[in-house]
């Protein structure tokens, strides 16, 4: 059975996404750049019983990405959902940034999900829907994450173009907006943060909605 793929598989959100989806019955495939944070997440999501596929990737190298999702692919099937959670995170101010730097951050923010929408959302479409799911953040842009604010624009902008192209044909794509910084037990428990992402998953094409804010407020 297609299952879903996280991109960014790291503790917290992306690991914690997982596991929603592996405990709705979903396999799943996990990604990741480092060899030890994959085993970390198969071995979290090894309780629910769901086939689990690992693949190393950089998000950022549209070849490696590539690769990785089409292995993802002979594995499980074209996804149910995927799950793009790959950021670079990191303080910087207007003007301290080298255009190299802006541009690797540029290239993990927003242009490894484009990448990944690409390589997948086309077969599901052609096979009649999906979900594309994209972590967002900085509802309001902050001075002194100028890079992460740009990016975060730049999803919410990519989310509006996948649905602009794939939405009539049952690609649902969306983003959860976490306004806050993510820690267990808090008002942003990734737990509580990832069921965002299966009600997105769950919801009836006439509910679609396309961005989720979670503020950690009832």
Do not use: C
Request: glycine content about 12%.
């Amino acid at each position: 059975m297609p299952g879903a793929v996280i991109i960014g598989a790291g503790p917290g959100v992306g690991r914690a996404v997982a596991r929603r989806f592996a405990e709705e019955g979903l396999p799943v495939a996990l990604l990741a750049r480092g060899g030890r944070t994959l085993r970390d997440a198969a071995d979290a999501l090894a309780p629910t019983g769901v086939p689990v596929a690992a693949f190393t990737a950089d998000a950022a190298d549209r070849a490696d990405l590539d690769a990785a999702l089409d292995k993802a692919v002979g594995e499980h099937g074209v996804p149910d959902v995927v799950v793009y959670n790959a950021a670079l995170i990191r303080p910087d101010a207007l003007g301290e940034l080298s255009v190299a730097e802006h541009m690797e951050a540029w290239a993990v923010n927003v242009v490894g999900a484009a990448n990944a929408a690409a390589r997948l959302v086309p077969a599901m479409a052609a096979r009649g829907g999906g979900t594309f799911l994209i972590t967002g953040g900085m509802p309001e842009p902050k001075p002194e994450y100028v890079s992460l604010s740009l990016g975060k624009a730049g999803v919410r902008t990519l989310v509006a173009l996948i649905d602009r192209q794939y939405g009539a044909s049952g690609v649902h794509a969306a983003s959860v907006t976490i306004d806050g910084p993510v820690a267990p037990g808090t008002d942003f428990d990734p737990d509580v943060i990832a069921h965002h992402y299966w009600t997105l998953h769950k919801q009836p094409r006439p509910d679609w909605q396309h961005e989720i804010l979670h503020t950690g407020r009832p």
